[in-house]
């Protein structure tokens, strides 16, 4: 008696009735629309995904939670959560079995009934024991021998066992809807393994169906009715294939009209698979039963040989050369078989006429001592007679005539590997109680306890049947695979009592049944894989009849079964089979022991019975297995679920699962990370980090999306990549913005093929923004190293987001944090990763070292279909002192062991005179300086003000002025060598022409005497060197320079954005590197 309840006073008793009616017949509502538009997964009606819906029609409006109500907005009521709880059902939906009354309009699902023995045990009986048992085993034992027929079923067993274990810890582990194995693997192991191995499965599941039908016509024509075969046997020899022809067109026949049985009624399907299981589990009795009866009344089923030959008693009754009758000796129907007449002196063949004919017993008991003959293995070639080892026989002189004779002969050739093949698929059908875990009363206590009690049982009747077929039956008669001894009889049926027909009819119907069950189940096997949506072109196989059954996927299942029906041999199908069953039990192991080691939180299975080596074995076990029964069936079978893998992965399986490979991976992840996090990376690992820093606009899209062409181009895939922008206010308030902001910039990574992070910092102004960008991004050892941004267009504009202010912090803070600096400058006419250029050049202007940087990034650009036809050209400038000559040899040998291919030029520069610009350019820049700190302007006056300076500064670069500095700077003066005549002439030419031409100047502009000389000889270096980069690289398709740092005195921080300005003016693409301060490049291997 439950002791918690509610008291509920008098007077809100009525108006609390009539809300529990509006909560009631709003989720009544919610469930018809759930069961509407379900798609068929159980998981997206679970009350513990979707608790946001399914609190608001039920949120308690009363006083007594008042303090709560802000969360009522997202979060149910524990009572309405526990409500859904309890009217939950884990049947599919959306899928309407024709079981269900289709007149009936049911509102709610019919509740599920079944226990651990109908639901679990004897589905698993019946999908294990089958057509192997009854067609192949006793083949298999004689071939083979009782010992090793006992290894190869034991380690069939033992991989089904372990794999039913694993698959006990998984299906336990939480509700398990319909769809069995795939469900429990794409849940385990994520969406790319579930597809994979879900269509293997599939696969396994359609060619089992077709193997039954093979089974079934076998029996049929065989053992049942031989006469109803289509396609006769003309001459010897030919028996083979026109039993192939006749399995062609009959396998065909019943495909279709199992496919019509199952479109139409698929109850009756459901409805006789317990009259199936019953002829199945009456055959097996009659199978002991007869063993026991052999021990003391063993039938009568004589067998004929020839010395030692086993000759097929289809073509004669007596087994005798001649007979005896009233004193006349009269030669048989088996003389005429080997003589050319019937006379006493025909011409015989030579083997029948050196030997007898004997006659003994084929089935001489249990108590007979038959097993010790039976141990050892008797395989043989494709063509050979079946023997008796221990019969005396004399060989003939010729045995060329072979072929027409009565022997029985061996279909196949035989080896310990194929028949592991061939018998396997006789223990496949572990999966039936689990695909059926929506109909079980208690899914998580029947699984476990029905399917390991299934495996158990048929376990111990395979192998108790081996040792009981070796020690009852004569060897001769189990390696004849089609009873022709005994009069075309089932091998099994002989040893079976009451009579052999139990067998046959039994083994008939059970087959049949085995193939209806594998053509209604297969088609939904697809219908769920296509339905989740992970393999696009299965797509359409998802849709079906108005009450779900998978029409289009039974059409497929038909055709792929049709491909095993031409195969026509039930031993060349069983091994394909084989592969796709073992294949998906391996990985139902490898789901149970990725799930242990990881110790997921979410890992709690109701079953303790399990250890992740057990399932480490049974996935070593399944694989070895594979390689065991075919290798290359193996390879073919791993490289059809790769290329499904590697599509779903291609494709975009966006499905979070929470799949135990994300928790490997991140485990993988966590586990690299603290082994980066020892110490820096040694230079030949050393590749450039990026932290990107992006400019969004007011609607959070980004200004620039060529810089991430550009980080694309640079990376290639290769290495960190952390995309980052700022956003200024409060995060409170900007939340909306920032998620909106990531989502822009995800989109565009993607369409520019940027592979990395993206991160959005919040911040009150733009400068502690970035700067918590450079110091906090990344994680442990992945962290940037980098940092990549645009050049600020519209610096000079003060109250531009990205002022001159905020950009120079960044190169300090970059410098300080010892990470490397690229900024691109003119970033909208760098080129779109669709361009390519088709020559050209990548110019590098080495002025200082800084780590190898400036060598390295051509290289890597150069790596990328843009950029991979342009040449990379490597200047340096060589002072006055230097000598140009031996400059240039150890720069292109340097090159050589640093295996860069690049053209070398040394351009010499001298100390000339400063020319008049230089001095005007850097009194126009001190002048608005000094303006902007000294008034106080409006915002509208400032912006008017600075682009009054800016035209006027721009005004002296116009013709006479350009011509004027370039004629100083660059062509007459510009010197390859430096002689020693050359270099006197030079020094006293200048000192003359300095105290002239500094005469000159001060007597032209006397204000020019109280300019800062530290800002005039900057701009004169500015000047002078982008004179020379403009002579050699004006037309080259990128130019890396590089980046002059900030002064220490932060009064000159804007003077310092003039020069680069200055520095880097007329050049169309320009690429400024500042170096981190270590070695990025080195010339050891």
């Given amino acids: 008696m439950p002791t918690s309840f509610t008291v509920v006073p008098v007077e809100a008793q009525g108006e609390e009735r009539q809300r529990d009616e509006q909560q009631r017949e709003e989720e009544d509502e919610g469930d018809e629309r759930d069961r509407g538009t379900g798609d068929g997964i159980a998981r997206e009606s679970s009350p513990f995904i979707n608790c946001a819906e399914l609190g608001r029609g039920s949120m308690y409006e009363g006083k007594n939670m008042a303090l709560f109500e802000e969360e009522m907005d997202s979060n149910p009521m524990v009572s309405s959560l526990l409500n859904k709880l309890a009217n939950y059902t884990n049947l599919t939906q959306g899928v309407v079995e024709h079981e269900a009354d289709e007149d009936s309009k049911r509102k709610e699902v019919k509740g599920p009934r079944m226990g651990t023995f109908i639901g679990v045990y004897l589905p698993c009986l019946q999908n294990i024991l089958g057509v192997i048992l009854f067609l192949r085993l006793t083949w298999i034992v004689g071939t083979a021998g009782v010992l090793e027929s006992f290894i190869i079923v034991f380690m069939c067993c033992a991989c089904t066992m372990l794999t039913a274990i694993s698959m006990s810890a998984i299906a336990t582990n939480g509700v398990v809807p319909a769809g069995g194995s795939y469900y429990m693997i794409s849940r385990s192991l994520g969406p790319e393994f579930g597809g994979a191995v879900g269509l293997c499965f599939y696969l396994g599941t359609t060619f089992a169906g077709a193997m039954y039908i093979l089974g079934t016509i076998e029996i049929l024509l065989t053992y049942i009715s031989p006469s109803a075969a289509i396609f006769k046997v003309a001459d010897a020899g030919e028996e083979t294939e026109a039993m192939l022809n006749n399995m062609r067109v009959y396998g065909t026949c019943i495909v279709i009209l199992m496919a019509i049985v199952v479109f139409v009624g698929v109850k009756y399907v459901n409805k006789l698979a317990l009259v199936f299981l019953a002829c199945v589990i009456l055959s097996i009795i009659a199978i002991y039963a007869g063993v026991i009866k052999t021990a003391f009344d063993p039938p009568d089923f004589p067998i004929c040989l020839l010395g030692n030959r086993t000759l097929s008693k289809r073509s004669f009754d007596v087994c005798a050369k001649f007979t005896e009758s009233n004193n006349e000796t009269k030669t048989t129907p088996l003389w005429l078989l080997f003589c050319d007449s019937s006379l006493l002196n025909a011409t015989c063949d030579d083997y029948f006429s050196l030997n007898n004919v004997t006659e003994i017993q084929g089935i001489p008991g249990i108590m007979s001592g038959v097993l010790t003959d039976n141990l050892w293995s008797a395989y043989s070639e494709k063509g050979s007679i079946v023997e008796k080892k221990d019969q005396p026989s004399v060989a003939g002189s010729e045995e060329s005539k072979m072929g027409g004779l009565p022997y029985v002969f061996t279909d196949i050739m035989t080896y310990f590997t194929m028949l592991v093949g061939i018998y396997f698929p006789s223990v496949t059908g572990i999966m039936a109680g ?403 250029f088709t020559e050209g050049n990548i110019d590098v202007w080495w002025i200082v070292h800084d780590g190898g940087m400036l060598m390295l990034l051509p290289f890597l650009l150069r790596q990328h279909k843009v950029w991979r036809k342009c040449k990379m050209r490597i200047f340096t400038v060589a002072q006055m002192d230097d000598n140009s000559i031996q400059m240039k040899k150890d720069l292109q040998m340097f090159l050589y062991h640093l295996r860069l291919n690049a053209q070398v030029e040394v351009v010499e520069m001298f100390e000339n005179d400063i020319s008049a610009f230089t001095y005007e350019k850097t009194l126009m820049m001190e002048q ?139 050049l169309d693409r320009v690429l400024l590197v500042r170096g981190s301060g270590r070695e990025v490049i080195t010339i050891y291997s």
């Fill in 928 to 1066: 608005r300086s000094q303006m902007l700190k000294q008034m106080q302007l409006s915002k509208n006056e400032r912006e008017r003000e600075a682009q009054l300076i800016h035209d006027k500064n721009t005004a002296p670069r116009s013709a006479p002025a350009v011509e004027a500095s370039v004629a100083v700077a660059v062509p007459e003066k510009v010197q390859m060598t430096w002689t020693k005549e050359k270099f006197v002439a030079e020094k006293h030419k200048n000192k003359d022409s300095n105290v002239s031409g500094f005469k000159d100047i001060f007597n032209m502009k006397p204000e020019w005497e109280n300019l800062n000389q530290s800002n005039v000889r900057r701009m004169h270096t500015a000047v002078k060197l982008n004179g020379v980069v403009l002579n050699k690289s004006q037309h080259a398709q990128l130019v890396l320079l590089n980046m002059p740092g900030p002064p220490k005195n932060r009064k000159g921080d804007e003077n310092y954005m003039e020069f680069l300005e200055v520095l880097t003016e007329g």
């Fill in 434 to 836: 689990s695909n059926r875990s929506g109909d079980l009363k208690d899914a998580q206590k029947s699984i476990p306890t029905g399917t390991i009690l299934a495996i158990s049982t048929t376990s111990f009747i395979y192998l108790s049947c081996i040792v009981l077929f070796g020690a009852c039956i004569e060897g001769v008669i189990l390696r004849d695979k089609f009873g022709e001894a005994v009069n075309g009889n089932l091998v099994v049926g002989t040893l079976a009592w009451p009579s052999p027909w139990v067998i046959v009819i039994g083994s008939f119907f059970s087959t049949c049944g085995a193939g209806l069950q594998s053509l209604t189940g297969a088609p939904r096997l697809l219908q769920a894989i296509a339905r989740d949506g992970i393999v696009p072109f299965i797509q359409i196989f998802g849709h079906g009849k108005a009450n779900g059954e998978p029409t289009w996927a039974l059409l497929l299942t038909v055709g792929i079964c049709e491909i095993g029906i031409l195969i026509a041999s039930l031993d060349s199908v069983a091994p394909i089979l084989s592969m796709f069953f073992l294949m998906c039990y391996m990985f139902v192991n490898l789901a149970c022991a990725v799930q242990t080691l990881l110790r997921t939180p979410n890992w709690r299975p109701r079953f303790k019975y399990y250890h992740w080596t057990l399932s480490f074995v049974g996935m070593s076990l399944c694989l070895a297995l594979m390689f065991i029964c075919s290798w290359y069936y193996a390879l073919i079978a791993m490289l059809i679920a790769g290329c499904i893998y590697k599509y779903i992965e291609y494709r975009g399986a966006e499905k979070e699962w929470g799949d135990g490979i994300r928790g490997l991976s991140l485990n993988a992840a966590r586990y690299a990370l603290l082994r980066v996090e020892d110490g820096p990376p040694h230079t030949k690992n050393w590749r450039p980090q990026l932290l990107v820093l992006l400019n969004l606009d007011n609607e959070q899209l980004v200004k620039h999306p060529r810089l991430l062409s550009f980080t694309s181009q640079l990376k290639a895939g290769k290495g960190l990549t952390i995309v980052g922008s700022v956003l200024q206010g409060i995060y409170l308030d900007k939340c909306t913005e920032t998620h909106k902001a990531e989502e822009n910039v995800k989109a565009l990574m993607g369409v520019e093929k940027t592979k990395g992070f993206c991160q959005i910092v919040v911040s009150p102004n733009f400068r502690d923004g970035i700067s918590y960008l450079i110091q906090s991004a990344g994680l442990g050892g992945m962290k940037h190293n980098t940092v990549l941004m645009a050049w600020p267009q519209s610096w000079k504009q003060a109250e531009n987001r990205f002022s001159w202010k905020n950009f120079v912090d960044t190169v300090r803070e970059t410098t300080s944090a010892q990470q490397a600096l690229l900024v691109a400058k003119n970033i909208d006419l760098f080129p779109t990763n669709q361009e390519r």
